[in-house]
């Protein structure tokens, strides 16, 4: 290889994208989703399957409906499962190696977003644009250096439309590839699956007739559906239907749409490209001829059809949206080309809005007062109008004071072996990190032997799907006397919610002037000890 190659345009976007997806990866323990992944991950080094229950703790954060009665993980797919496991044999059980393959999927993101625009439609420059915004994108990374399925499912997006714009009508390996990364789209997580598979096919039918014949789509259609369907019967995709409401549908296509212009399309690119394809809905004589702007419209409405279908679920994430955050830097890559070879300032202007600040994101919004984001005014998160990477690289040269980190070295110290620690959220952290039997949080009903030794209760009260309070929450209040029996233990740290949340709606990079609360944690007293 030329050692020019080396400081090619790719290769330096490809360089930065490291640095920012690997520098202090560790700085912060797994919070609790993360936790969940990495502990059902670490079961499988010593059961060879997820299973829920290890001897002394239970993974579970929907009141033990995760798995069946042996313990066996039943609630989501397993394949993050597996990819964690085996970063953690490869580089044991620490917070680095269960990061590390999915931080990496995140790098192979931007090199692919590179090569689809650059292979399909010979535009280097739009290529470069649409990798470096991916690179810039601080949701994107946030999300990429968590141990969880998200930048996994964004790899497989990619992939499927990789091998969708290749002949896979007529060549092998363009077939496969489109039917083995939309099957492992299901086994990475199924409602990924669905929102982007069923509105892609539909899209894709409408605007590339000609490229569906019916025997080979028929075949590919048929080996995906035979791959998927021991995980149709595993995973009780069917029971967790049951929790869909029909009520909530209105208010998650509102969410969902204000997490697409806060973070994903600012609204005024959004708003031109509706007004540049009006006719479009009306008449197929609107369907772009030009093959780049005709992909651009066939990923935007891809993604509208993944927050239609993403509305029908219970629970409205933005975590389900990341896999779409590639297809959103392409249409912002095309965007700004354009903007520029109409106009050298315009161009100039709006790369610098799109690659340096989030203003064009938040400012129309609050403009318009449609921000439906609770903190939007908070400097140390996104939701403010600051500078995203001026934020992120504080986080990263200036280690966070990360809640599960104050919990888990303070009972790294305090507690003895064989205590029981009682908490009303994070025990999958502690479980994870900790020798000890961790009880509490969203596990559901809470039954001891003897009361707990350590009691944490979080400032922050949890409620279930019923909106009633969790099994453990209720359970210090109704069965506890902690005036009477604990000590109370006041840390100087702040009880942050989560911890090391990725949703930019969460996220906090510089830890508040003022705690709003700070840590609270209950020992137990033994008979020769007083009340304080």
Request: net charge positive; with cysteine.
């Given at each position: ?335 700004l080309l354009r903007a520029w070879r109409y106009d050298k300032i315009s161009g100039v202007l709006l790369g610098f ?180």
């Amino acid at each position: 290889m030329r050692v020019d190659r080396f400081f090619s345009p790719i290769m330096i976007i490809l360089a930065l994208a490291a640095f920012l997806l690997l520098f202090g990866l560790d700085d912060r323990p797994f919070w609790q989703d993360e936790a969940e992944t990495a502990g059902l991950a670490k079961n499988v080094l010593k059961y060879g399957v997820p299973r829920a229950y290890d001897g002394l703790n239970i993974i579970s954060q929907e009141r033990g409906s995760e798995f069946d009665r042996n313990f066996l993980w039943r609630w989501s797919p397993w394949l993050q499962i597996y990819v964690a496991a085996v970063a953690f044999r490869l580089g044991g059980l620490t917070t680095f190696a269960g990061r590390l393959p999915f931080a990496l999927m995140g790098l192979a993101c931007i090199f692919l977003v590179y090569r689809l625009v650059r292979h399909n439609f010979g535009d280097r420059t739009w290529a470069l644009c649409a990798a470096a915004l991916l690179t810039c994108s601080v949701p994107f990374l946030l999300f990429a250096r968590q141990c969880r399925y998200y930048s996994l499912g964004a790899l497989l997006t990619l992939m499927s439309l990789y091998a969708f714009r290749e002949d896979w009508q007529s060549k092998f390996r363009p077939a496969l590839l489109l039917c083995s990364s939309i099957a492992l789209l299901f086994y990475t997580n199924y409602l990924l699956f669905y929102s982007y598979v069923i509105p892609a096919f539909l899209v894709g039918i409408w605007l590339y007739p000609r490229e569906f014949k019916l025997k080979i789509t028929t075949i590919i259609t048929l080996v995906i559906l035979i791959i998927i369907a021991p995980g149709l019967l595993l995973f009780r995709i069917q029971e967790q239907s049951h929790i869909i409401s029909l009520m909530v549908i209105p208010n998650n296509l509102e969410n969902y749409l204000s997490d697409l212009i806060q973070y994903m399309i600012p609204l005024p690119i959004g708003v031109y490209l509706l007004w540049r394809w009006r006719r479009v809905f009306w008449t197929r004589a609107g369907i772009p001829g030009e093959a780049g702007e005709k992909f651009i419209l066939f990923l935007s409405l891809i993604i509208i059809g993944n927050i239609i279908f993403l509305s029908l679920a219970p629970q409205c994430e933005f975590r389900y949206l990341v896999h779409l955050y590639p297809l959103c830097t392409i249409i912002l890559g095309w965007v700004l080309l354009r903007a520029w070879r109409y106009d050298k300032i315009s161009g100039v202007l709006l790369g610098f809005l799109l690659f340096f600040t989030n203003w064009l994101y938040i400012v129309p919004m609050e403009r318009l007062h449609i921000n439906n984001r609770p903190n939007h005014t908070n400097r140390q998160m996104l939701t403010y109008s600051n500078l995203p990477l001026r934020l992120f690289l504080t986080e990263l040269f200036s280690p966070y004071p990360d809640v599960n980190r104050n919990f888990i070295r303070f009972f790294q110290a305090q507690a003895r072996p064989g205590d029981i620690i009682l908490t009303t959220y994070g025990d999958l952290p502690l479980q994870f990190y900790t020798p000890f039997q961790v009880i509490g949080g969203l596990q559901g009903r809470i039954s001891l032997s003897r009361p707990p030794d350590w009691v944490v209760s979080r400032y922050e009260i949890r409620y279930n799907r019923n909106y009633q309070l969790q099994d453990s929450e209720k359970f210090i209040r109704e069965k506890l006397s902690l005036a009477a029996d604990y000590q109370t233990i006041i840390l100087p740290w702040e009880d942050e919610p989560f911890g090391n949340q990725a949703d930019p709606y969460y996220h906090r990079f510089v830890p508040e002037a003022r705690p709003l609360a700070q840590i609270v944690i209950y020992k137990k007293l033994t008979s020769h000890q007083n009340v304080p």
